[in-house]
């Protein structure tokens, strides 16, 4: 079982710059995936940023060229760099991480979330 503990939301200004983080408790086995997806009210959740574990990234259409993931502590750590926020990045903030059982099998974990409003 895994646990993912997000931190970093909160209120910031247009223009502004937020980091988020997210820990990984309770497994020994290595992270495939983990990044962050997002969701606001009356729209569907989407991807922000995905690391996998070998450092390739993948991010979001919306957010490309304003963010950065990253991973650390043996991976089972990922960071999240946004800048230029706009008002249209105003959501939640999930956490995910996806682990890797065996070769035909993988189990997905979701943080709790953690707000981002962006206001002026």
């Known amino acids: 079982q895994v646990h993912l503990v997000e931190s970093g939301g909160g209120l910031v200004q247009p223009g502004g710059s937020l980091r988020l983080s997210c820990v990984a408790f309770?497994?020994?086995?290595?992270?495939?995936?983990m990044g962050w997806y997002r969701q606001a009210p009356g729209k569907q959740r989407e991807l922000v940023a995905i690391?996998?574990?070998?450092?390739?990234?993948h991010y979001g259409d919306s957010v490309k060229g304003r963010c950065t993931v990253s991973r650390h502590n043996a991976m089972n750590t990922a960071y999240l760099e946004m800048n230029s926020l706009k008002l249209e990045d105003t959501a939640g903030y999930y956490c995910?991480?996806?682990?890797?059982?065996?070769?035909?099998?993988?189990?997905?974990?979701w943080g709790q979330g953690t707000q981002v409003t962006v206001s002026s």
């Open positions: 309770g497994t020994s086995l290595s992270i495939k995936n």
């Open positions: 995910n991480a996806e682990q890797r059982i065996s070769s035909y099998s993988s189990r997905n974990y």
């Open positions: 690391m996998d574990s070998g450092g390739i990234t």
